[in-house]
Structures are given as C-alpha cells and as structure tokens.
C-alpha cells in the first residue's frame, strides 16, 4: 500500500538489530523523513547526563516521521532496506499518526546541550546560555546531525579543548553541519564544509545562515574543492569503510603539522585505521564513547 489508512502522518519505527542506531538514522533521512528521533525500547532509565555526556539505551529505537500524504511507503522501506544493504527491514512498526505539528512536538524534548567547557548545541525553542558560551543553533530532526549521537559528541568535545583561532577547518562529510560551524564559532576563520548528498549541503548552508557564518563557510560537492586546498583541521565523522578508502585523498588535505580527526568509528575498526594513515600520520590518544572511537592523526613532515 502507498498510504497508512490516509492518516497524514505515519511513523516507521526500526527496532535495534545488528544495524547500528546512526546507520538506521542515516537511512530514514535518506528515505524522506521530516524529523527522526531515538526513543528506549526497553524501559530503561537514562539518569540525568553529566556535561556533554549523550547517552543511549541498550535498546534504541529509531523512529522517522513521514508525511503519508506525499510520500509512497514501500518506496520508503525500499529506500531504507538499501540503504542498510539488506534484502528485508529489521524488526520494525508502521504507525498512523493524528495530523498534528509532530516535529515541533519533537523538538520539544530537546534541550541545550553541553559539550566540552564552553561549546552548546542549542534547539531554537531554548534559551543558549551566556556565560561565555559558544552556542551552535541547531533544531534536532531537521538535519543529519544535532550532538546526540556519541561520535558527533566525541568531535564537538575535541573542538572545544582545541585553539581554534586563525584555524582554517575542512568538514568532511558535513551531514548537518555542526561540526564545521562549531569550529566557526570557537574562532576558526577558513571554513569548508563538503559531502556527496546534496540534502546535506542544503542543510549545511541553512545552518551556517542561522548562525551568522555563511560567509565564512564554503559548502560545496567533494569534487568542487579546490584543486591545491590544504587546511590545518579535517573533521572526518563518517564510517571506517569510507575513511580507509579516502586515505590519500584526506592527506593530501591536511597541511604539515596539521591534524585529521576521524571518529564514525567502532572501537574494532580504530587499530584498522590507524595502520591506513600511519604511513602519513602520528596519532595521539584515543578518546572512546559507548564504544565509539575518536582517533586524532597529525600530518608528519615530509
């Protein structure tokens, strides 16, 4: 059927399998969703967080919410099966909603969230902190990042304990573009912000325009990077898979004595990578998160 018994809204909600929550996020985006939000499918509490701390459930579900009135649901569930390279969905639940503003009332559950010392993630609806803060403007649902998953956290936390002033910045694979905006707003002047979804770019702009950067921030395809462009910071938050393909490529990038900073990354994937880039990199210490990785690499001199 192409409907969910003409309901305007209908959510599909994935149940946690041997997909991980950001690739079931990734492909709900990909297949359409107007907001995607994490709920605990097993009743199990989540105290209030320490500063910068994002947790997840042992059972995370991944729900997106689609507009039953334009879009085609198996398409949709086509979308996301390829996606996460599978023949069938994982357990999952298709659900009619009431016509009501549902990404509002998602937003809702978001607060302004802290990372590191001074950097905030902050929805629309809150009030940002003052207090020599650096707030990012970002409403969750309405992009493809927001803080919430441990790997943007990792990054957003090693952002804020890195001198950013007079940096120039490369964000490879922007999703959302929280990442290089935040590198923005803690004092990075040479903006660069890239990925292969023309949505993500999209977004990108429209974040860096609602945080007073777009004329700092150059947001363009991966081929449309300036031949010879070298920064002295890459943000890499994307999947191991793509990281150890793009491995010349990102060093050609990062000038010497610059720094790469990878995370997207399974704790088991992180000895894999470091052997990939060591021809070219030194790397520092690990930082790790619910089991997510974040390797800092420095550009050795030729």
Not at 62 to 81: H, K, M, N, S, Y
Not at 195 to 204: E, K, S
Not at 213 to 222: F, I, M
Not at 238 to 246: H, M, N, S, T, V
């Amino acid at each position: 059927m192409s409907r969910c018994d003409d309901a305007p809204w209908v959510q599909l909600t994935l149940e946690p399998g041997e997909h991980e929550t950001e690739a079931m996020e990734d492909a709900l985006l990909a297949a359409g969703a107007v907001a995607v939000t994490l709920s605990d499918g097993g009743q199990e509490p989540v105290l209030e967080p320490g500063p910068g701390e994002t947790p997840l459930w042992r059972k995370t579900l991944v729900t997106g919410l689609f507009d039953a009135r334009t879009v085609d649901i198996p398409a949709v569930q086509e979308t996301v099966c390829h996606q996460l390279g599978t023949a069938t969905l994982p357990p999952h639940r298709l659900d009619p909603l009431e016509d009501r503003d549902w990404v509002r009332a998602w937003m809702d559950d978001y607060h302004a969230m802290r990372f590191g010392r001074r950097l905030w993630v902050c929805p629309s609806h809150r009030q940002p902190p003052t207090d020599g803060a650096a707030v990012v403007h970002l409403d969750p649902g309405l992009a493809f990042g927001t803080g919430t998953h441990p790997t943007t956290a990792l990054c957003l936390q090693w952002l804020d304990g890195f001198e950013l002033r007079g940096k120039s910045v490369l964000d490879y694979g922007c999703g959302s573009g929280i990442l290089c905006i935040a590198a923005g707003v803690l004092g990075a002047k040479d903006l660069w912000a890239t990925d292969i979804d023309p949505q993500a770019l999209d977004a990108t702009r429209g974040n860096a325009e609602r945080n007073g950067l777009e004329n700092d921030l150059h947001v363009c395809a991966p081929e449309q990077l300036p031949e010879h462009a070298q920064v002295d910071v890459i943000m890499a938050n994307i999947l191991a898979g793509p990281l150890i393909a793009l491995a010349q490529r990102l060093t050609f990038r990062v000038v010497e004595g610059g720094v790469l900073v990878m995370s997207g990354l399974l704790e088991r994937h992180a000895d894999e990578i470091e052997k990939a880039y060591s021809p070219w990199f030194d790397f520092g210490s690990r930082r790790e998160q619910e089991g997510w990785v974040l390797l800092e690499a420095w550009r050795k001199a030729h």
